[in-house]
């Protein structure tokens, strides 16, 4: 028995010049559900969940020929792979309007998924919209702020008997003070 080679051309490494993929899904839409905080007297917390980045489906196979030649010695099968390039971040918008969609251009960019919002005596919306590595910005999320519903903090200080000084204590918004 005789074993006899041929020069095979192969390639050492898994990139191919020039040959670029790129991620063209737009992210999924950040969910509704959200977490209310108050941080302090006029600001709330609202905390959303990371939406799922798609990607964009690419399919390979791979054929292999002599040097020189177009004689086709084998081909692989067909693979499918998902190229996602993952959730960069969002961008916001808080105003007085229950549907502003959010763009690059009105809307500020925050790598957080949460962001403190001043809450006034009118109700707030906050619009949000996840935004991929690749640029590409999913639909946009409205997250509706009333002052009424916020679960605002109990701050409390000491309280001194009557009789003796003043005392004060803060209950939401709510300023208790003693005095006699």
């Known amino acids: 028995m005789e074993i006899q080679s041929q020069m095979v051309g192969y390639q050492e490494t898994s990139h191919l010049k020039g040959i670029v993929a790129t991620d063209f899904a737009l992210p999924d839409k950040i969910p509704t559900e959200a977490i209310y ?3 302090d007297e006029k600001r709330v917390r ?3 969940q990371e939406p799922k980045d798609n990607g964009t489906v690419y399919y390979h196979k791979a054929e292999s020929y002599l040097t020189g030649s177009t004689v086709r010695l084998c081909e692989s099968n067909i693979t499918q792979n998902r190229l996602t390039s993952g959730i960069a971040g969002y961008y916001l918008v808080a105003d007085d309007a229950k549907d502003t969609n959010v763009t690059k251009v009105n809307g500020h960019f925050n790598t957080e998924p949460h962001t403190n919002v001043t809450a006034d005596k009118i109700t707030k919306y906050l619009h949000v919209a996840a935004v991929d590595v690749a640029g590409n910005i999913g639909a946009t999320t409205h997250f ?3 002052e009424t519903e916020v ?6 200080g000491q309280l001194i008997p009557e009789g003796r000084r003043k005392c004060s204590s803060v209950i939401g ?5 003693c005095t006699r």
């Open 37 to 39: 905080e108050a941080i």
């Open 46 to 48: 609202v905390t959303w």
């Open 144 to 146: 509706t702020i009333k």
């Open 151 to 156: 679960p605002w903090k109990i701050y409390t």
């Open 173 to 177: 918004r709510k300023v208790l003070v």
